[in-house]
């Protein structure tokens, strides 16, 4: 049996209120539904070889899973690009040592928890190197606050003050930690050219303190 071609897709362009935000302008949105994988860290990506090596088996699997889905495909399949790499971030106010970090990479829908688990029990088994527990996350759609963090110009944290300010402003309740979405990828950028979306969940009620 031969390949089939199909048409490649960037999910930056196939979702764009997922992956669109401004800089210094807060904006509200609705994330997209994504299904995913992740694998649950605390090192910063930009200088963590643990962090890029569970980018690394993420994408692996992500492009085991579509490859092989090309010669049987199911219903709604398309071929992509890599989507960026998203991460939630936890206890951010605590010591290093106390923060939490988790990886998430977005897959299509027509790739379901139990072809993941499957792909995931082949890799290890191909391997005497445990690999990083890996979870599959269906997400939802959730209304959030955002804005774009540009590396060149320094630290998020000013980004991060502007996004609380608005939710205090509009009476917005911040209900989840702090998101990031890594429009380019660590591994193959230059620092300055970074760009980051910085997100938070929220919901209409008590304004943040």
Do not use: C
């Not at 070889?49 to 690394?56: E, G, I, S, T």
């Amino acid at each position: 049996m031969h390949d089939k071609t199909f048409e490649k897709i960037s999910f930056k362009e196939k979702y764009p209120e997922h992956y669109t935000a401004e800089e210094w302008k807060v904006t509200e949105t609705t994330t997209h539904d994504f299904n995913y994988m992740t694998i649950a860290g605390s090192e910063h990506p930009q200088d963590s070889k643990r962090f890029n090596n569970a980018v690394q088996l993420l994408e692996w699997l992500s492009f085991t899973m579509k490859f092989r889905l090309k010669n049987d495909p199911p219903q709604g399949f398309f071929d992509y690009n890599m989507p960026p790499t998203e991460t939630v971030r936890k206890n951010m106010d605590k010591k290093k040592e106390d923060r939490k970090r988790k990886i998430f990479l977005p897959l299509p829908s027509y790739i379901e928890e139990a072809r993941v688990v499957n792909t995931r029990r082949v890799a290890q088994a191909k391997t005497d190197e445990k690999l990083p527990q890996m979870r599959f996350y269906k997400g939802k759609k959730k209304k959030v606050i955002q804005i774009l963090h540009i590396w060149a110009y320094g630290s998020g944290k000013r980004k991060v003050n502007k996004l609380n300010a608005y939710a205090k402003k509009h009476n917005l309740e911040i209900k989840w930690d702090y998101q990031e979405i890594y429009l380019n990828d660590m591994r193959r950028t230059k620092p300055d050219n970074l760009e980051t979306i910085i997100r938070f969940d929220v919901k209409k009620g008590k304004a943040t303190k």
